[in-house]
C-alpha cells in the first residue's frame, strides 16, 4: 500500500532549477496544479504518471514511500497504482457501457461475486457527476464528453482503485466539480487537478503553482481561503444554474440572480 509519492525538483525553461525542491503527496491529498497555459502544468502530472527518474526533460525525480518505485510501476500497466484522466480522452471500443464496466470489473476484482456490485457502484459513482444519466447500454462511443470524463474518473476510482488518480482540466468536460471533489474525499487517495477553476483550487488541500515550465511555491489552503471558497460556490452555481437554463431553451429574468445577491445588476451590463 502506498502512503507518500514525493515529487523532487528540477528544472524549468532555460534550465533554471526549480524554487521548490521537495514535494510530498499523502494519502487523502486533494491537490490542485495552477498556473498560466503553457506554465507546465501537464509535463508535471506526465513527469508523476511515468515515475520520472530524472529522465525527462523537466530532470525531475519521482519517489514512492521514500524510494525508488518499482519497475513494475513503469513497465507493467496491471501494476501501475496511477490513473489518469486527460481532457482529451475518448473511447475507441464501442461496446455498451454495461459490457465493458463488466469486462473491466471482472479482470480487476478479486471476488468474481462482485462484478455486478462494482458495475453498479461505478455507473452510480459516474452519475453524480454528469448531467445527462449514463444508460448502461449506450455504446461507450456515443457517450459525450461530460459523460466519458465521469465515467472514466468512476471507473479508475471504483473498478480500478488506483491510489493515485491525476485529472487533467476536468472543469472544461462538463461534470460536476464539486459533487466530484465531495465524492472523491471519501476515498482515502491522492488526487491532483490540473485546475483553472478557482473553486476546486480553493476546496483543495494545497496547490502547486507553475509558471516557466518549473514549479515556484506551493500554497496550503488556509482557513482564510476557505472562508472566500463559500462565495466562490455560491458565485459558480449560480453560473451552472444560468447554463442550464440557457441550455435547455429557458430564459434569464431577474429572479435568477436573486439568490447570489446580485439582482439589480443583470440589466445593466455588469455581468
Given at each position: 500500500m502506498?502512503?507518500?509519492?514525493?515529487i523532487?525538483?528540477?528544472q524549468?525553461?532555460a534550465?533554471?532549477?526549480e524554487?521548490?525542491?521537495?514535494?510530498?503527496?499523502?494519502?487523502?491529498?486533494v491537490?490542485?496544479?495552477?498556473g498560466?497555459?503553457g506554465?507546465?502544468?501537464?509535463?508535471?502530472?506526465?513527469?508523476?504518471e511515468?515515475f520520472?527518474q530524472g529522465?525527462?526533460?523537466?530532470?525531475r525525480t519521482i519517489?514512492?514511500d521514500?524510494?525508488?518505485?518499482?519497475?513494475?510501476?513503469?513497465?507493467d500497466p496491471a501494476?501501475?497504482?496511477i490513473?489518469l484522466i486527460?481532457q482529451?480522452?475518448?473511447?475507441?471500443?464501442d461496446?455498451p457501457v454495461d459490457?465493458f464496466?463488466?469486462?473491466?470489473?471482472?479482470?480487476?476484482a478479486?471476488?468474481?461475486?462482485?462484478?455486478?456490485?462494482?458495475?453498479?457502484?461505478?455507473l452510480?459513482f459516474a452519475?453524480q457527476?454528469?448531467?445527462?444519466?449514463?444508460?448502461?447500454a449506450?455504446?461507450?462511443t456515443?457517450?459525450?464528453g461530460?459523460?466519458t470524463?465521469?465515467?472514466l474518473?468512476?471507473?479508475?476510482t471504483?473498478i480500478?482503485?488506483?491510489?493515485?488518480v491525476?485529472?487533467?482540466e476536468?472543469?472544461?468536460?462538463?461534470i460536476n466539480r464539486?459533487?466530484a471533489?465531495?465524492l472523491?474525499?471519501q476515498r482515502?487517495k491522492?488526487?491532483?487537478f490540473?485546475?483553472?477553476?478557482?473553486?476546486?483550487?480553493l476546496?483543495s488541500d494545497?496547490?502547486?503553482v507553475m509558471r516557466?515550465?518549473g514549479i515556484?511555491?506551493?500554497?496550503r489552503?488556509?482557513?482564510?481561503?476557505r472562508?472566500f471558497?463559500?462565495?466562490v460556490a455560491?458565485?459558480d452555481d449560480?453560473l451552472c444554474?444560468?447554463?442550464?437554463?440557457i441550455?435547455?431553451g429557458?430564459q434569464l429574468t431577474?429572479?435568477d440572480?436573486?439568490?447570489?445577491?446580485?439582482a439589480?445588476?443583470?440589466?445593466e451590463g455588469i455581468?
Amino acid at each position: 500500500m502506498i502512503d507518500t509519492i514525493t515529487i523532487l525538483g528540477g528544472q524549468g525553461r532555460a534550465d533554471i532549477p526549480e524554487a521548490v525542491r521537495r514535494i510530498d503527496l499523502r494519502m487523502g491529498d486533494v491537490v490542485s496544479i495552477v498556473g498560466p497555459t503553457g506554465s507546465g502544468k501537464t509535463t508535471l502530472i506526465n513527469d508523476i504518471e511515468l515515475f520520472a527518474q530524472g529522465d525527462t526533460p523537466t530532470g525531475r525525480t519521482i519517489l514512492v514511500d521514500g524510494v525508488t518505485p518499482p519497475a513494475a510501476y513503469r513497465e507493467d500497466p496491471a501494476h501501475n497504482p496511477i490513473a489518469l484522466i486527460t481532457q482529451h480522452t475518448n473511447f475507441l471500443s464501442d461496446l455498451p457501457v454495461d459490457v465493458f464496466l463488466r469486462t473491466h470489473a471482472g479482470i480487476r476484482a478479486s471476488d468474481p461475486l462482485h462484478v455486478a456490485d462494482l458495475v453498479g457502484e461505478t455507473l452510480d459513482f459516474a452519475n453524480q457527476l454528469t448531467g445527462e444519466p449514463i444508460d448502461r447500454a449506450s455504446r461507450m462511443t456515443e457517450l459525450s464528453g461530460g459523460q466519458t470524463r465521469a465515467l472514466l474518473i468512476a471507473d479508475a476510482t471504483v473498478i480500478c482503485d488506483t491510489p493515485i488518480v491525476l485529472l487533467d482540466e476536468v472543469e472544461n468536460a462538463g461534470i460536476n466539480r464539486a459533487r466530484a471533489l465531495e465524492l472523491l474525499r471519501q476515498r482515502r487517495k491522492i488526487f491532483v487537478f490540473v485546475t483553472h477553476d478557482p473553486r476546486i483550487a480553493l476546496l483543495s488541500d494545497f496547490r502547486i503553482v507553475m509558471r516557466n515550465g518549473g514549479i515556484t511555491q506551493v500554497i496550503r489552503t488556509e482557513s482564510a481561503e476557505r472562508a472566500f471558497g463559500v462565495t466562490v460556490a455560491r458565485l459558480d452555481d449560480l453560473l451552472c444554474r444560468l447554463r442550464e437554463t440557457i441550455r435547455l431553451g429557458g430564459q434569464l429574468t431577474e429572479e435568477d440572480f436573486k439568490g447570489a445577491g446580485l439582482a439589480g445588476f443583470a440589466g445593466e451590463g455588469i455581468l
